[in-house]
């Protein structure tokens, strides 16, 4: 009896503990998201002032390198990969200066018309304010860990006004089919907590309810397990075009911010071929997708270009947003060829394209009840599991970790990180190609 008392009480004082501590954290994630987005859109308003003002990006690239190199190299690229990298190598060690050159460094290359996203930035701003905190008063490795996780998953949910799948997503991205339970109660406090503090603070978000969604039949339900197979290999395009962009720019020996003008020359030539809509954020083609209006069939592939060019050659910001607007207009796509309702496949489409290249399944399910309703929930519950699958073992946060494989026929990558994971699995697949080819010569010689 005085066991079980004793648990009851320690367990009691910790979840005490944890609520403070993680109401913290989310009320100075919540402070700061409003202060960044608030310092975002007035530069954006600036600079759309300005005629052709994506001629502005060479130099916003070349700036954004130059000051992350010089300043905070874990500023570079987009902000979630690196509170991961430093939650799983650091123990949750993220540097001070990293928050005030991550978020000018974001504000520059967005206002200027670089393709990424706004959630990285206050994912890496809120973990890094998580881990000054956690320093200031002394916590050991394991509670800094938590709190930057806490970080992550206020970052996420005040930025989109979604708190409990701003939660699930913090502790969801580190691990590819894994969830830290122990840290389940703190996220979801700072999740609710930075939420209320960024909207109580004037921060405005996008809710768009999907009111027509068709009836249920085998043949939609068929459709929909179709379509998740499709975004998830669309998943894996954004990947593989993210990959090769980085090894495009390791292979120009540049002084880095030159390469930041070399990424900015190139955004500016594809915008004057295409259209700019394809730079900045693209909220505006978002809600034209989900409203089911007609996006041109391969603005997806554009977007995935712009993306990879900005945030590889000297550009920062996030993913998620970038991935939001390839998978409305790629939905957008499908449904013309499947003949269903755009509108409704739009919305499938933004979270399943998150499911598949992030590895956040359950997050992305509940992101689709948050911000469409819980009508087209189930469908898209399904289409962002199998976009998971299908994906395979590859993700755009490369320090993400193993915890499961996704398939029994795939051995050995469980605990090591994506890029380790990509790396076997590349150098098997030459292996493969270079069976295959020898083979297909002594048939021919033969």
């Not at 389940?184 to 406090?189: E, Y």
């Not at 197979?229 to 911010?257: D, Y």
């Not at 699995?425 to 493969?432: H, Q, T």
Request: aromatic residues 10%.
């Amino acid at each position: 009896m005085v066991k079980r008392i004793a648990e009851e009480s320690i367990l009691l004082i910790s979840v005490t503990k944890w609520f403070v501590l993680a109401s913290l954290i989310g009320v100075i994630v919540g402070a700061s998201t409003s202060f960044f987005l608030f310092v975002l859109n007035m530069s954006t308003m600036q600079t759309r002032q300005i005629n052709n003002y994506f001629f502005l990006l060479p130099i916003a690239l070349f700036l954004s390198s130059l000051v992350s190199k010089y300043l905070a190299p874990e500023a570079e690229g987009h902000g979630t990969e690196k509170v991961i990298e430093a939650v799983h190598r650091r123990a949750g060690k993220i540097k001070a200066r990293v928050v005030p050159v991550k978020l000018l460094t974001t504000v520059m290359t967005l206002s200027c018309g670089g393709s990424a996203g706004k959630e990285g930035p206050c994912a890496q701003i809120g973990g890094g304010l998580a881990s000054v905190f956690a320093d200031l008063f002394k916590f050991d490795k394991t509670d800094r860990k938590k709190l930057v996780i806490c970080g992550i998953s206020a970052g996420f949910a005040s930025v989109f006004g979604t708190p409990i799948a701003g939660a699930i997503f913090g502790i969801e991205v580190l691990f590819v089919g894994g969830i830290m339970y122990d840290v389940l109660l703190p996220t979801f406090i700072a999740g609710v907590m930075g939420h209320q503090i960024s909207a109580a603070l004037g921060t405005t978000y996008f809710y768009h309810a999907i009111d027509f969604v068709p009836a249920f039949s085998e043949l939609f339900f068929i459709k929909v397990i179709f379509s998740g197979v499709l975004f998830g290999i669309c998943s894996l395009l954004l990947i593989e075009t993210l990959m090769f962009s980085q090894v495009i720019n390791a292979r120009i020996k540049l002084w880095e911010p030159l390469k930041g003008l070399i990424g900015g020359a190139a955004l500016v030539i594809l915008a004057l071929i295409f259209s700019d809509q394809f730079l900045g954020l693209g909220l505006e083609t978002i809600e034209s997708s989900l409203a089911g209006g007609n996006v041109v069939w391969y603005a997806f592939a554009l977007k995935i270009l712009f993306t990879c060019i900005t945030l590889t050659f000297g550009g920062s910001g996030g993913m998620v947003t970038p991935i939001f607007f390839i998978g409305a207009t790629f939905g957008v796509l499908l449904a013309n060829l499947l003949g269903v309702d755009p509108a409704t496949f739009a919305a499938i489409g933004m979270v399943s394209l998150l499911a598949g290249a992030a590895n956040t399944p359950i997050a992305a399910s509940i992101l689709s009840v948050e911000l469409f309703g819980a009508q087209v929930a189930p469908y898209a519950a399904v289409a962002c599991v199998t976009s998971f699958l299908m994906t395979g073992h590859r993700s755009v946060y490369p320090s993400q970790i193993f915890a499961i494989m996704k398939s029994s026929s795939f051995k050995g990558a469980v605990g090591k990180e994506v890029v380790d994971a990509q790396a076997e699995f590349l150098l098997r697949r030459k292996s493969l190609i270079r069976v295959i080819l020898t083979g297909t010569r002594k048939i021919f010689r033969s």
